[in-house]
């Protein structure tokens, strides 16, 4: 917890609650996993470069992904890369 403390909390807004409608509109994530479209929407809106996750189901997931970029883009914001914070750690293969 030390190593996060200091660091910004991201508002959700209008225009966070617009992405993530737009996500939930898509069908991608279904309703009652809304939270999993708000987590993406902040990261969007904020312009953040990665959003760490361990939830595969809806959010790090390859088979969606591309689909949920294009949902992002519809509402106007780039999604983030999508990744386990495992998979963020992980040497590039060069």
Request: hydrophobic residues 50%; positive net charge.
């Amino acid at each position: 917890m030390a190593e996060i403390r200091g660091l910004p909390i991201l508002e959700v807004n209008a225009e966070v609650e617009y992405v993530a409608r737009t996500v939930l509109k898509s069908g991608l994530i279904p309703t009652k996993a809304s939270n999993d479209a708000l987590h993406l929407a902040v990261a969007a809106v904020h312009r953040m470069h990665f959003l760490l996750t361990w939830n595969c189901r809806h959010l790090a997931n390859a088979a969606i992904g591309g689909q949920l970029g294009a949902a992002c883009r519809e509402a106007g914001f780039e999604m983030p890369v999508i990744c386990t914070p495992k998979e963020l750690m992980l040497k590039p293969v060069l």
